[in-house]
């Protein structure tokens, strides 16, 4: 539980209404809902299901992982590797300023604005507990609910370059993690195949 439930519930909802602002749109249940507050939504349901005991500045990190993300298009930059890390670098210092300022205004120090930003970055994978738990939610959270939608926007790709996303994306996560993505999480049926593959080859 968070140290002080008010604070953290003022966090959230500060988190929540800035998502809210998304002009994109999901269906969710036959109701049209902003694409971004939907994510964070699954984030904190699936942190939940992977790991109820997470620390509140994980739990925070979750609900802000994209926020406001629609701000920096991917477009605006060049459809390289260069570009894209180019863009990962905007995104997480526009991320880390947005959040940074609904975390004071809810009442938290510095020192957790800090590493709330630190772990939007999601740096130090395997050395760092919390940045790897993040991850795997990240990507759990992906597997599950946009990997089919991937699949289906990049008909390009054959499946070779499926399997060697899937198998980038397996390395990025815990054992632990890898086995959420067999036993915790639901894939379609089609797809179920080369997930276990990815998983059980990082395994190895």
Request: aromatic residues 6%; contains cysteine.
């Amino acid at each position: 539980m968070p140290a002080d439930a008010g604070r953290f519930a003022r966090a959230i909802a500060g988190f929540d209404a800035a998502n809210a602002a998304d002009p994109r749109r999901e269906t969710i249940g036959g109701v049209d809902r902003p694409k971004e507050l939907v994510y964070a939504e699954r984030m904190s349901a699936m942190l939940e299901r992977f790991a109820p005991d997470a620390p509140e500045v994980v739990r925070l990190a979750a609900r802000c992982q994209h926020i406001q993300r629609w701000q920096v298009p991917r477009a605006e930059f060049p459809m390289d590797r260069i570009g894209y890390l180019q863009w990962r670098k905007r995104l997480n210092k526009l991320h880390g300023t947005i959040a940074g300022q609904i975390l004071r205004d809810a009442g938290y120090d510095e020192a957790t604005v800090a590493r709330v930003a630190r772990l939007l970055m999601k740096e130090g994978l395997k050395s760092d507990a919390e940045a790897q738990l993040l991850e795997d939610v990240v990507d759990l959270v992906f597997l599950e609910h946009y990997l089919a939608e991937f699949v289906a926007h990049h008909g390009q790709y054959d499946a070779e370059k499926f399997a060697d996303i899937l198998a980038k994306t397996a390395k990025k996560m815990s054992a632990r993690g890898r086995e959420a993505a067999l036993t915790l999480i639901r894939v379609p049926p089609e797809l179920a195949p080369v997930v276990r593959a990815a998983m059980d080859g990082a395994n190895g």
